[in-house]
């Protein structure tokens, strides 16, 4: 697909998208609306072409193919794509370039109803990146805006929304059990909550550590970086549960632009030879000594990472570790701290705060009932 020689206008890409006569998403109905549009309709092995001119270069439809067939009713195609810049360099580039991106169509409708970030082992799009795969979208009756992270920059896209939503709920419903990523849904009311009517898979548990370790490995790795492109930061902790002690606090995650964790103060006297545990320094943590770790009672910390360059297996490997020396039976004795899956954004027109809720499934741990 060609890139615009320049960024276009992104405010008046979106709204000319969401005003699209789409009709059910049949070649009959979307060539009709290309040549409403003006737009010349070129056929190509990767799925229509539509030239649509200087302002906008080249979009592309993307086909129903067979992995999608049990996710359509009418629809012959599930995305209309429109890249927005090419990115050169590595990860901090294309994060910056999709915040850009975000913070335009923040700027024009506000937050998205649905946000999040796809798993690259079975993305809905057959374009992503290595880095992650953040999404944000506006839902309307019929019709998705989607801002995603491609492989060469951000994209925008109209989609049919039954196809897209459905096919993240198969997934991790039905589908390969070590599917992560995730998603969450605008609870402000003030922006309609449309996002609440979508269906969620619940979230299946481990019980084997090594393989938790595997996932979390590769969900923190992304993590940060695809919360730092959707403009959030996360700040939450894991309790665990641990014979004859209850289920305290065990672990502090600050995700965001950096990335790092914390061991709470209060299994720290569960280390040491008194024990016959590793003390935490042999396992790897150093001890807390800024203000604002012993203020949240982190006793000990990971390394801190910049979101680019996070080491998702030595914090993984950390958890494992940290988690056995405690004696907590499985990843399944894990559950997130009060509001853990909440996550809070100011609106960028001023006056509220919009407020989500997460579906972790990277992380693959829930609250307390």
């Known amino acids: ?79 209309l794509h429109v890249p927005l810049e090419e990115v050169g360099g590595a990860t901090r580039e294309h994060v910056e370039a999709f915040r850009r991106a975000a913070d335009i169509l ?133 309790h665990g549960t641990i014979p004859g002690r209850g289920g305290p606090w065990v672990f502090q995650f600050e995700l965001g632009e950096h990335a790092q964790l914390g061991l709470d103060q209060a299994v720290v006297d569960l280390f040491g030879p008194a024990r016959s545990a590793p003390t935490p320094q042999e396992l790897g943590w150093t001890e807390a000594t800024e203000e604002h770790h012993r203020s949240e009672d982190v006793a000990f910390h990971s390394p801190r990472y910049p979101y680019d360059e996070v080491n998702g297996t030595r914090l993984a490997m950390l958890v494992l570790e940290t988690a056995e020396a405690l004696g907590i039976p499985s990843p399944g004795d894990l559950s997130l701290t009060d509001w853990g899956d909440h996550v809070k954004v100011a609106s960028v027109t001023g006056g509220w705060t919009a407020e989500y809720f997460l579906h972790d499934y990277g992380l693959r741990v829930v609250g307390n009932p």
């Not at 998208?17 to 737009?39: F, N």
């Open 1 to 79: 697909m060609s890139y615009p020689h320049r960024a276009p206008d992104v405010a008046a890409l979106a709204h000319r998208l969401r005003g699209l006569a789409t009709g059910k998403w049949s070649g009959a109905d979307l060539r009709r609306m290309a040549a409403d549009q003006g737009w010349e309709w070129v056929d190509d092995d990767g799925g229509p072409v539509l030239r649509t001119g200087a302002d906008l270069g080249e979009a592309r439809l993307r086909p129903v193919d067979e992995c999608l067939e049990i996710h359509v009713t009418t629809e012959e195609y599930v995305g």
């Open 106 to 238: 923040r700027a024009e409708f506000d937050q998205p109803h649905i946000l999040g970030a796809d798993d690259d082992s079975v993305p809905f799009h057959d374009d992503h990146p290595g880095w992650g795969a953040p999404f944000m979208r506006w839902r309307m009756r019929r019709n998705s805006l989607e801002l995603r992270a491609g492989a060469r920059g951000p994209v925008l896209s109209l989609l049919p929304s039954g196809p897209a939503e459905g096919w993240f709920w198969y997934y991790r419903k039905e589908g390969v059990g070590d599917v992560g990523g995730f998603v969450g849904t605008l609870m402000s009311r003030r922006s309609g909550d449309q996002g609440g009517s979508m269906s969620f898979a619940g979230i299946t548990r481990y019980s084997d550590w090594k393989e938790y370790c595997t996932l979390l490995a590769r969900s923190l790795n992304t993590m940060p970086a695809e919360l730092h492109a959707l403009g959030l930061s996360r700040s939450f902790g894991f």
